[in-house]
């Protein structure tokens, strides 16, 4: 057996380096497995550790064992890939200017159907509230991951079999495979087997390298989208299924037409056309091309956990990674282990490992320095470059070392920054580029010597009883901010993100909708301030349902 302790190194510092608590891992070639880990602890506050029979959940990698029932039942002649949903959902109600919507479109994440807020994430209520909304364009047109998409899948295999979705997943995916440490649905029963969830001890700011980890919501989760909890050793085979053209160690779930128009990109992830980029979407798998390699797999994402199954066409390798953490990135590990796995499989030195995150870190840090004023206050900041480490300034105390999150948003650890990042903006495209501002929240800062990247736009008055913070039960999507800059509404995540909120060509009046992205570029989301009460909105209702609440 090839010696992976040079891997199983790597992943300890690179799990020490990450928010979460422990990991399981898994490589497979075509035929067995080659190795499965576990590092750190499955439950913090227990000490307990991870081993190889740890359950974690998969989230979205579960979408596929999804679409393998569905495609089951279209090869047997139970459902037809490209009759209207209504055929066999007689309750589905989305009204569509277009085309309707069929099963391919909903495999495929190109329904036009808003991604899901998870507001009730069990209850088929949140299908039903589609009839709320309208496809957001031709569908098959567009690319727009849909998570209430799949539960719709879900909610369609129990109709048709008479079935609950765990019941059939068990039967159709997990027992031909073997899998009988693979639990298809989340469970209060499976709980005491499973790793505990963690997410960092705030929830309305980025994630910063202090940040302390605590338990995660737990919930019961019986749904299409991504409901499973798994091992790594279990994974390893269902990653052979993707290997092997629909193949497991026991006997094939997909036929090779099944597994082709599974892995086969019906549409670019990216742009709106056909497939014409490195990543493009099947039916509940991933494709892209890289480094002269063909992958597919998919990630997953679920309250505390994050996971990742990819495989190497080419190479004929495949690996896992199930961590219970938030805010975690496990393509760059994944990809070093079948880079090792396919190394030293060949005879050949180990390669070099990826570099640890370090989100401290930055990049031709100078381009960033300067001084940037406030452009209504007049109060300014210094952003100093220390070698590759970025500095800001504190009006009293030491200063703060800035931490990437993502493009050109950094976080800035303390109170007097929080809850929003900074976020540089440059004139120009380029990683060579000089910044020439910095929005914070509501407030834009410009280089000083610099010209401004906008001026204040004219914006109804009434907007100003929008800006706030909302927040909801829904686990996933439990709060945002609605922040006015420069006369222009943007919805501000969590994790640093932001959105601009353009009104809707069709509505006025008190309460408008604003759609969810920039003018002009079609989207599936939406949101409504209803009601407005004195001067400030109470509530804003989400395209396709759920509720969050000023604060």
């Known amino acids: 057996m090839p010696d992976y302790r040079i891997l199983t190194d790597y992943l300890r510092r690179w799990l020490a380096a ?17 190795y499965v880990g576990g590092l750190g602890h499955a439950d913090l506050a227990a000490r307990r550790p991870v081993t190889a029979g740890t359950t974690f959940q998969i989230g979205s990698i579960g979408k596929s064992m999804t679409a393998l029932a569905v495609l089951q039942l279209v090869q047997s002649g139970r459902l037809d890939l490209d009759a209207p949903v209504s055929t066999h959902l007689p309750w589905f109600a989305m009204p569509s200017r277009y085309g309707p919507i069929t099963l ?5 994440h190109t329904a036009g159907l808003p991604a899901g807020t998870d507001f009730t994430p069990a209850a088929r209520y949140e299908g039903f509230a589609l009839r709320e909304t309208e496809a957001a364009w031709e569908p098959g047109s567009r690319f727009h991951y849909s998570n209430t998409g799949y539960k719709l899948l879900g909610w369609l295999l129990e109709d048709i079999t008479g079935q609950d979705y765990g019941s059939v997943i068990r039967r159709r995916v997990l027992e031909p495979l073997g899998m009988a440490a693979t639990e298809p649905v989340i469970t209060h029963a499976t709980r005491h087997r499973m790793a505990a969830g963690y997410v960092p001890l705030h929830d309305d700011r980025p994630c910063r390298l202090s940040d302390t980890l605590i338990p995660a919501t737990w919930m019961e989760y019986p749904v299409g989208d991504g409901s499973q909890a798994s ?49 493009g979407y099947g039916f509940g798998i991933i494709s892209h091309q890289a480094d002269g390699h063909h992958f597919v797999g998919h990630g997953g994402s679920t309250v505390g956990f994050r996971a990742i199954m990819l495989t190497d066409q080419t190479d004929g390798l495949g690996v896992v990674m199930l961590c219970n953490g938030s805010d975690v990135d496990t393509y760059a590990p994944a990809r070093y282990a079948l880079q090792f796995a396919a190394a030293i499989g060949n005879g050949q030195p180990a390669p070099e490992p990826p570099e640890i995150p370090d989100p401290t870190r930055v990049a031709d840090a100078q381009r960033y320095a300067g001084t940037y004023v406030d452009e209504r206050s007049g109060n300014s900041l210094c952003v100093n470059a220390e070698g590759d480490r970025l500095m800001v300034n504190r009006p009293v105390g030491a200063d703060i070392m800035l931490e990437h999150i993502s493009g050109n948003a950094f976080c800035a650890p303390h109170d007097d920054f929080d809850p929003f990042p900074l976020r540089f903006g440059s004139r120009e495209d380029g990683d060579d580029a000089p910044m020439v501002e910095i929005h914070h929240g509501p407030a834009v800062y410009v280089r000083e010597g610099s010209a401004p990247l906008a001026v204040e736009a004219p914006c109804p008055p009434e907007w100003g009883a929008f800006s706030g913070h909302y927040r909801s039960h829904a686990p996933y999507v439990s709060n945002f901010r609605v922040i006015l800059r420069r006369g222009r509404l943007y919805l501000a995540w969590p994790n640093g993100g932001e959105e601009p909120l353009t009104p809707h060509p069709s509505d006025s009046g008190p309460s408008p909708r604003f759609l969810v992205g920039p003018p002009g570029e079609p989207t599936a989301e939406w949101l409504r301030f209803d009601p407005v009460v004195g001067s400030r909105a109470l509530r804003i209702l989400w395209a396709g349902g759920g509720s969050f609440y000023r604060v």
């Open 104 to 108: 391919r479109h909903l495999l495929s």
């Open 231 to 279: 091992t790594a050793a279990d994974m390893a085979r269902y990653a052979r299924v993707w290997l092997n053209g629909g193949r497991g160690d026991a006997g094939a779930v997909a036929s090779p037409a099944m597994h082709s128009m599974m892995t086969t990109p019906a549409i670019s992830m990216s742009r709106g056309d056909a497939y014409q980029h490195d990543y």
């Open 18 to 34: 990450v928010p979460a608590a422990g990991l399981a891992v898994s490589v497979t070639d075509r035929r067995r497995t080659l």
